[in-house]
């Protein structure tokens, strides 16, 4: 091998290398393809049924209606024999609960936004990740957890938004997402055993977008099970 072709061969090889090296930004327009190809999220309006189950205690089965253009939320809420419902339509809000106890943290509207913002955060994963006061770090590492390589991105926030800083791991092949895992400050210091991690497996398609059905929660200090959310696709 002569030396001219020598160095065009370590450059071809050097330049194809560097050019697998994803930004977080490149990795989270990948997910995203993966996920939602067709940018269905935007303008979802759907039901999600979601069974809880945490141990200790009878099941929760929820139907949860949104409508992201027409700021429409409604939730059914069922556990043993009682129903409650939560609805946020267009910042109006309005529950089936009646009477608060001194030792409630929230009022009712407080609990119907929380909801709000927990499912369609997590359902609307990793597309939300676009929104406003979301800060994507650059740098995408390598990790291996629990036996399998993924490409993991690291998210934070605005104050305003959340102070959690979040780890998305994705499969190195597919670009799915399949775990993620938040602290409550910085995981290298005062965070570091505080938090979860969230196992995602199975999918199923809901309005053309590829989402979680199962997801097991886990601290992240003693990897102590809290419980599983089952998307019901029947």
Known sequence: MNNSFFILFLFIVIHTSFGQVLTGPQLLEKTIQYHDPRGNWKQFNGKLSVTMETPNNSNRDSDIFINLAEEYFHLIAKRDTTQTTYTIDKGKCTTSISDVTPKQKRTPCETAQ?????????????????????????????????????????????????????????DPKTYAMEIYQFFKGDPEGEGKNTGEYIL????????????????AWYYNKDDKYLGTDALRTN
């Not at 929380?114 to 939300?128: F, W």
């Not at 676009?130 to 590492?141: A, L, M, N, Y």
């Not at 995602?200 to 997801?215: D, N, T």
């Open 200 to 215: 995602l497996s199975e999918e199923a398609i809901v309005e053309g977008i590829r989402m979680p059905k199962i997801r």
């Open 114 to 170: 929380l909801y709000k913002n927990y499912y369609t955060y997590l359902y609307g994963l990793p597309m939300k990740l676009t929104d406003s006061g979301t800060h994507i770090d650059p740098e995408v590492k390598n990790k291996n957890f629990k036996g399998k390589d993924y490409l993991v991105m690291k998210v934070t926030y605005d104050e305003a938004v959340g102070k959690d800083v979040w780890f998305f791991y994705f």
